[in-house]
């Protein structure tokens, strides 16, 4: 049976950038800001290739004196499973390298979720604890994942392991020497973890997302696709550049 079409999002803000760069720039506008209104921030992390420029950017600004991170605090939504978190391609290695060797959080308050027994249940105290995410920045996969939230998560899912699907693991062989390196496992925020954001900032870049990017934003709300439950959320910003959005519009 055909799933509805859902009606038009009017809480979702939409801004189309000319490139990449501008994307970047967009986006760490947005965090600055954010940061400048509440220096005690607490910001949802995402890790992957679109998210570096935002990365560079707030470190820029950090160094110019223009933000400070002090009193912020960070949750990352993802980790892999299998690696040590000292691996170069473990998501704790990639933040400390683009992100939190360049600017002033406080350690204390960098937090990630851990595949060990019993602790997600804890990411989810912590969060609560620090008084939830007040913006979260969102990556989206080829499929439509938001974290580690594959094709078929469940929309009420909170953190839990996951399997990754092939697709994930071939589109993250990249940054491994081959695609064998690739944890087949990972954790990650769920997406009722996600959706209690107050903010969500959404960005997608490059020709390879513009079909999902359609799905996700103007398709069906559907567990095939993850991120169209960014639909219901009462504040995302989608930040796009043009050539994603070209069957957008
Ligand atoms: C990573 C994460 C993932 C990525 C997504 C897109 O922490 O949450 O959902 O955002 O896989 O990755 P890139 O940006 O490399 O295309």
Redesign the pocket.
Same mark, same amino acid.
């Given at each position: 049976m055909a799933e509805a079409r859902p009606p038009p999002n009017f809480a979702m803000k939409f801004f189309i950038e000319k490139n990449y760069a501008m994307l970047s720039q967009q986006a760490a506008n947005f965090v600055a800001q954010r940061l400048c209104q509440n220096p005690n921030l607490v910001l949802g992390l995402?890790?992957?290739?679109?998210?570096l420029g935002l990365f560079k950017i707030l470190a820029e600004k950090f160094k110019k004196k223009e933000l400070d991170f002090s009193l912020a605090t960070t949750f990352? !939504?993802?980790e892999y499973c299998g690696l040590p978190l000292a691996h170069p391609q473990s998501?704790r290695s990639f933040m400390e390298a683009n992100l939190f060797s360049k600017i002033n959080l406080n350690y204390k308050r960098i937090f990630f979720p851990s595949c060990s027994l019993n602790s997600c249940q804890d990411y989810e105290e912590k969060i609560k604890n620090a008084g939830g995410i007040a913006l979260q920045i !969102?990556?989206?996969?080829r499929n439509g994942?938001?974290?580690?939230n594959e094709p078929g998560s469940k929309f009420d899912s909170r953190t839990r392991i996951v399997r990754l699907s092939q697709t994930?693991i071939e589109?993250n062989a990249r940054f491994f020497n081959n695609i064998k390196e690739v944890p087949s496992k990972a954790v990650t925020m769920g997406i009722a973890t996600i959706m209690e954001a107050k903010e969500i900032v959404l960005l997608a870049s490059g020709e390879k997302k513009q079909d999902i990017i359609c799905q996700a934003l103007a398709g069906p709300i559907t567990e095939k696709v993850p991120a169209s439950i960014l639909q219901r959320h009462k504040a995302v910003n989608v930040i796009l550049d043009k050539t994603v959005a070209e069957k957008l519009t």
């Open positions: 995402a890790t992957g290739s679109t998210p990352n !939504l993802d998501y !969102l990556g989206i996969g994942h938001i974290g580690f994930t589109d």
